[in-house]
């Protein structure tokens, strides 16, 4: 078989179909409790305090730099909290915070910060409207990380500082490239169907997205991990498949291609069920049958687990706990 050397390079995603200015479209607390209300979006509360330098400087770098504030405008309900406000500041429940002349800061600063208030600090609130706060400066490297762990939801699945350890091997501060020799022989559609017809295997299939940074990850650090790409490589065949792709094929007597109105691949649509959520891979068993779909970024341990229960015919036999305990 004739070898290929497949050299890819991932780009920062940086949104430049935007046309915002490169400055945070910050809003109030009653703002986003109303547009909230209607649609849900990540919140980022930015606390400062405008006699620290640190703070001012997060404002004067960070949020003016182009892809942090377009990311931010367009993902995320943005505010900014003074947290020595002198005003009266009502909260998204309704709740009244006033300033504490003993204390110099406004009282809704020790409901988000804690006791130890210090500046200048990020609080973050998922679209369940659950919160977490992170505190330090942060320049552009240090707080994509944190906006891409809420806005693609990896939280659900992975812990922090697990993922910004993943992250910035992915993409090490001040390098916005990664070029990467692919271990994983990926083939398209047509190429999978051609090969199952003389040697039945079963099916993974990476259905991508270029503007998730999560599956991009996933694409770097955990599918390319040298033993996981070995074991797909010999027990799988592993198909990429665009969400938006041209491809034309056909399954099971179904063909499949473009949907022209949405602009989604119609096999996507029918295997993610219609919720178009990334990073998504699927497994699929030799007769083109579905026997897992994910649609949530894993780490590598966990990205194993899952493909050896499949690849060693475990889940014939045992269910995944159970499967998880004993291997």
């Known amino acids: 078989m004739k070898k290929i050397l497949s050299i890819t390079i991932f780009i920062f995603v940086t949104f430049s179909l935007f046309s915002q200015d490169s400055i945070v479209n910050w809003k109030s ?85 804690g006791d130890s208030i210090s500046s200048p600090a990020l609080v973050m609130f998922n679209k369940q409207a659950q919160g977490k706060a992170f505190f330090g400066f942060k320049n552009r490297d240090s707080i994509f990380p944190i906006l891409i762990y809420y806005n693609e939801e990896v939280f ?68 390319n991990n040298p033993l996981v790409a070995h074991y797909i490589n010999q027990n799988f065949y592993p198909v990429s498949l665009g969400y938006r792709s041209d491809e034309v094929f056909e399954i099971k007597g179904v063909t499949y291609q473009n949907e022209p109105q949405t602009g989604y691949h119609e096999f996507a649509i029918a295997v993610l069920q219609a919720n178009m959520r990334f990073p998504a891979f699927i497994v699929l068993d030799q007769e083109y049958n579905l026997l897992d779909r994910i649609q949530t970024f894993t780490n590598k341990d966990v990205f194993e687990n899952i493909i050896h229960f499949y690849g060693d015919d475990a889940y014939k036999t045992t269910d995944f706990q159970s499967f998880i305990q004993n291997r």
């Open 29 to 113: 607390f009653e703002q986003v409790s109303l547009e909230f209300a209607q649609k849900q979006k990540p919140i980022i509360i930015y606390c400062f305090d405008q006699n620290d330098s640190a703070s001012m400087n997060m404002f004067q770098t960070t949020f003016k730099n182009q892809e942090v504030t377009k990311y931010i405008n367009v993902l995320f309900y943005p505010i900014k909290l003074n947290i020595r406000d002198k005003d009266t500041l009502t909260f998204f429940n309704g709740s009244k915070y006033s300033f504490n002349q003993t204390t110099g800061y406004n009282s809704l600063a020790y409901q988000l910060l």
């Open 156 to 223: 659900t699945s992975t812990e922090f500082k697990a993922w910004e350890e993943i992250y910035f091997e992915a993409y090490p501060p001040g390098q916005s490239q990664i070029i990467s020799r692919l271990n994983i022989k990926w083939m398209t559609m047509e190429e999978m169907i051609e090969k199952q017809k003389n040697e039945p295997r079963k099916i993974f299939i990476d259905i991508y997205n270029n503007y998730n940074i999560g599956q991009t990850i996933m694409r770097l650090k955990v599918y």
